[in-house]
């Protein structure tokens, strides 16, 4: 197939499982109104039923079948696979409160998640090396391996976590019952009401274009170094392996979210990258001696910035749906992660189809083992200047970011004394200018009376 035929893929399946992701918010959070909600949990439901389903990962992998087939596998995978995050991505809001206690959920979450990045990376490239580049086998085995993985971390994850009581899930206005008049309507005024959270706003627009700008990494840096540096494919793969250094940021990161808080990692990990795709961008106009042992110094400190990348808008996540909550009175967790996991899949949608695009017109021929020029030009011109200007936006826009341990305790000791009883009338000026600053929204106008 061509690189487009290879982008719709990727582009339609994103479509489909964006609107997934996006009913599967309302869905979760009014699931506990269920009886199997609350038998299993509104969240837990789904962890367990959805496990066993991500075995069908394998299925996109067996080869020498057509378009269609693995469009609709691709699709089939995405959609469950979505199913189940959406509800996973809302524990740690649901099993605390305290900012320090999410801090280390999210780090434990993301240093397993790095220690799977790694994986994904290292296992394919000594796949390549054993039964060659141009086999479609090792690919089926590395699905199988990984939809094995993928099912037994999800189902681990859901027998040992936990979640709100259904009991205690109540609105503050006191509709518990579920009985709207027009359900899916209220779902949609649900989602475009997370817009009127200002730190909201800032952390999508952070998340998408830099997870956006990572993406582009991902797509055509194997291109680069096998089309553009004349190396193989292998040693692309062991390049990406360096995201093994992700563990042990992970760890680092944890630390480093309570003592300086988001905007401090934001800073330091987009310049640490820009600089990185700066770097490599040199290595092609030199093309030192020794370009393998550059190369590498080059994506090992890249990847110090991605991992953090990474690891810091998921560990700020859990803490919006607070912001959102002293708003409008009731935890909306998955909602928030509904509409960011439906914008995710729609700008990774995007991005892939037209990186496709962009390189089937530069000239870009499949299969073939050399690039004209221009392809190669215009392989430099993505990686360097297209992923470079998305980070440098998220950049631009984390210097303004506001939440941290200090705001956000602010905004919990605000909605434990609203809940105790406390009065509107007796806040304190202080609180009213975090309160306004963080979700945009004058103080007079939140916590809805019961």
């Not at 080869?63 to 979505?82: C, K, P």
């Not at 998408?208 to 993406?215: E, N, P, Q, R, V």
Request: with cysteine.
């Amino acid at each position: 197939m061509t690189a487009t035929d290879g982008a719709i893929i990727v582009g339609v399946g994103k479509f489909v499982t964006a609107i997934v992701g996006l009913l599967m918010g309302g869905f979760t959070d009014n699931f506990y109104k269920t009886r199997l909600g609350k038998k299993y949990g509104r969240r837990h439901f789904f962890l367990f039923i959805g496990s066993p389903l991500l075995l069908c990962f394998a299925l996109m992998w067996i080869s020498g079948l057509g378009f269609w087939y693995y469009l609709l596998t691709f699709v089939a995978f995405d959609a469950i696979s979505t199913a189940v995050m959406i509800p996973f991505e809302t524990l740690p809001t649901e099993m605390t409160n305290d900012y320090n206690e999410r801090t280390k959920l999210s780090t434990a979450r993301m240093f397993f998640s790095a220690s799977a990045t790694f994986l994904a990376t290292f296992i394919p490239g000594q796949l390549f090396k054993v039964l060659g580049q141009d086999s479609p086998i090792p690919f089926f085995i590395n699905g199988l391996l990984f939809a094995v993985i993928f099912m037994l971390a999800m189902f681990l994850s859901a027998y040992n976590t936990w979640e709100r009581p259904a009991d205690e899930v109540v609105d503050t206005d006191g509709d518990d019952t579920g009985k709207n008049s027009n359900v899916l309507l209220d779902d949609i005024k649900a989602y475009i009401s997370t817009f009127k959270i200002k730190t909201f706003r800032k952390h999508l627009a952070i998340y998408l274009f830099s997870f956006t700008g990572k993406d582009v990494y991902n797509t055509v840096f194997t291109y680069f170094c096998v089309y553009v540096l004349g190396l193989t494919a292998t040693v692309a793969a062991n390049m990406l392996s360096l995201s093994i250094i992700g563990v042990v940021m992970t760890v680092i990161g944890g630390f480093l979210m309570i003592k300086f808080g988001p905007r401090w990692l934001y800073t330091f990990a987009y310049s640490l990258m820009i600089a990185m795709l700066i770097a490599y961008y040199v290595v092609v106009k030199v093309m030192p001696a020794h370009i393998i042992l550059v190369l590498f110094i080059i994506s090992f400190i890249y990847q110090l910035g991605r991992a953090t990348l990474e690891f810091t808008p998921w560990s700020v996540y859990p803490f919006i749906p607070d912001i959102d909550e002293l708003v409008v009175g009731k935890n909306r967790a998955g909602v928030f992660a509904s509409v960011m996991t439906f914008l995710r899949n729609a700008t990774a949608a995007l991005a892939t189809v037209l990186v496709g695009m962009f390189l089937d017109a530069n000239g870009f021929v499949k299969g073939a083992s050399h690039q004209p020029l221009e392809a190669q030009h215009a392989i430099v011109n993505i990686l360097v200047f297209g992923e470079g200007g998305l980070i440098l936006i998220a950049l631009l826009i984390a210097l303004t970011f506001k939440l941290n341990k200090q705001t956000h305790e602010v905004i919990t000791d605000e909605i434990n004394r609203l809940k105790a009883g406390g009065k509107k009338e007796e806040v304190t000026d202080n609180t009213k200018h975090i309160v306004k600053q963080l979700s945009g929204i004058d103080y007079a106008k939140v916590w809805p009376k019961k």
